[in-house]
Every structure is written in C-alpha cells, then in structure tokens.
C-alpha cells in the first residue's frame, strides 16, 4: 500500500529521486488536490507537466473514481512514470508524451498545474537540458493555458501549486488554499 513519499519514491531510480524534492509533488498535497479535483468522481483529470508521473500515481491511488492523465514533453520521464504506474498496478491513469499545446482540452474536465512553465525563467532549476528554455516560453506557455482555461465551462476546478496565477483566468476563484496560499484550488464561476 502507498501512504507516503517514500513508499512513491521508491519506484524510481535515485536520479529521479533526487529531483523529486524541487519538482515532483509531495503525496501528501498529491492527496488534497486529487480529494479537490476528483469530488464529483468520474471525472478526467489533467496534470500539465506531469514530470516522472508521481501527482498522477498519488491521485489515482488515493481517488481511484477519477481518470488521470500526465502529459510530459520528455520521453524519460514519461517512461519512468510508465514504469511506475505498472508497478503500483493502476488502471485509471495514463500518461502522454508531447508538449501539452497538442492536447484537445475539451477531453479534460479538472487541472493539476504545479508551475511547469517556471524552468523556463532565467536562474531557475532545470531538469534537465533536453528541451528549449526561454522567457518567451515562459509566457507563451501561459498565455495559451489562459485561453484553454478560459474556453471551460463553470464548474471546472483546477488545482495549482507554487504558481504565479498568470496562467488562470479571472472567472475562476479561490474556494480554498492551504501551505500559506502555494496550493490553491478554483472552481470557474
């Protein structure tokens, strides 16, 4: 049974690991944000960025009544986060290896969102050098993830983590925040 970082973490290789504390998220919030996005049940939900995959395995463990879905632009980390989900035998996530400007938004009813764009932001920690980094980027990414949120219809809750807000539209509010206001979750009104 899984009941904590370790327990997830151990799944993968020490690299990945040692990301872990500055990119991955911890279960315990994993756990808050999936009871958030996952109360009505039956629901698809989209971590953007999903990195080695451990919101969606935590999620998907604690709230099986939902489908997850991780997109991450890197293979390796999509692979690991495969592995994993084959080693803890869950059936209600899956994960996709592109830039999550190719998704059809309208297949996702709930987001996970913790600030994916920020690597690309000068002096920030990076996970690897595989992909492209830039301001541009930075703004360009959320620019786009304003418009996808903005097209959602009322109701759609998004859950972020350590975020700049820069990305959520102003129709959506707060109806709860916890870890001195770095987790929030929103529902569109």
């Known amino acids: 049974m899984l009941f904590s970082d370790y327990d997830l973490n151990i799944l993968y290789p020490m690299s990945v690991q040692e990301l872990s ?11 808050k944000a999936a009871y958030f996005l996952a109360a009505e049940g039956n629901v698809r939900i989209l971590d953007i960025g999903s990195g080695s995959g451990k919101f ?12 997850y879905y991780g997109v991450e632009q890197r ?8 592995a994993a989900r084959r080693e803890m035998g869950l059936e209600n996530v899956a994960f996709v290896h592109a830039n999550f400007t190719q998704l059809d938004f309208a297949n996702y009813d709930h987001f996970y969102f913790y600030n ?20 541009e980027l930075y703004n360009y990414y959320n ?5 996808q949120l903005q097209q959602k219809p009322k109701g759609t809750r998004i859950c972020t983590l350590c975020s700049m807000e820069d990305e959520v539209p102003p129709d959506y509010h707060v109806v709860g ?4 206001d770095f987790l929030k979750f929103w529902i569109k009104v």
Request: hydrophobic share 40%; net charge negative; aromatic share 18%.
């Open 21 to 31: 504390k500055f990119h991955w998220t911890p279960f315990a919030i994993a756990r």
């Open 56 to 67: 969606c395995l935590a999620a998907a463990f604690c709230t099986p009544n939902a489908q």
């Open 75 to 82: 293979q390796w980390l999509v692979d690991y986060a495969e």
């Open 116 to 135: 994916s764009f920020y690597e690309n932001l000068a002096g920030t920690n990076k996970i690897d050098d595989t992909i492209e980094y830039s301001g």
């Open 143 to 147: 620019r786009y993830l304003f418009r």
């Open 177 to 180: 925040s916890e870890l001195d």
